[in-house]
């Protein structure tokens, strides 16, 4: 599986941005709706964080406290696309995003070891 990140940028302190996943190369016969996808992110000097994912079926997804209220993870299968719309977003936000896949069907993507990932996107909130 192949994903590709984008939509990374610069805006402002309480602004918004959507980030893209592109997805390709599945397994014979597997389509984007048999993954797991997460988003992580990356601040600099920091660990990398978990910060939202979306189980096969859609349900249930998964927020950090951190981002919780304030993003909101989709998926179009038909599109092989998965999203992550960031509001009120903080200079806290700033880091390198990366989306994964993961074709387990374990109910709780949040403890998922993803085997895919795609390279990263940087957004910067400015303050």
């Known amino acids: 599986v192949q994903l590709q990140a984008s939509g990374g940028g610069l805006v402002q302190d309480g602004g918004s941005l959507r980030l893209s996943c592109a997805a390709s190369?599945?397994?014979?016969?597997?389509?984007?709706?048999?993954?797991?996808i997460a988003w992580f992110r990356q601040a600099p000097g920091k660990e990398r964080e978990g910060i939202s994912c979306i189980t096969i079926g859609n349900s249930p997804t998964y927020y950090s406290d951190s981002v919780k209220g304030r993003f909101t993870i989709s998926r179009d299968s038909a599109e092989n696309m998965v999203y992550l719309q960031m509001n009120s977003l903080k200079p806290d936000d700033t880091a390198v995003y990366y989306c994964?896949?993961?074709?387990?069907?374990?109910?709780?993507?949040?403890?998922?070891?993803?085997?895919?990932w795609g390279q990263g996107t940087l957004v910067t909130v400015s303050s």
């Open positions: 994964a896949a993961d074709g387990s069907t374990w109910a709780f993507c949040e403890n998922l070891i993803y085997d895919y």
């Open positions: 190369g599945f397994a014979s016969g597997r389509t984007l709706g048999y993954y797991a």
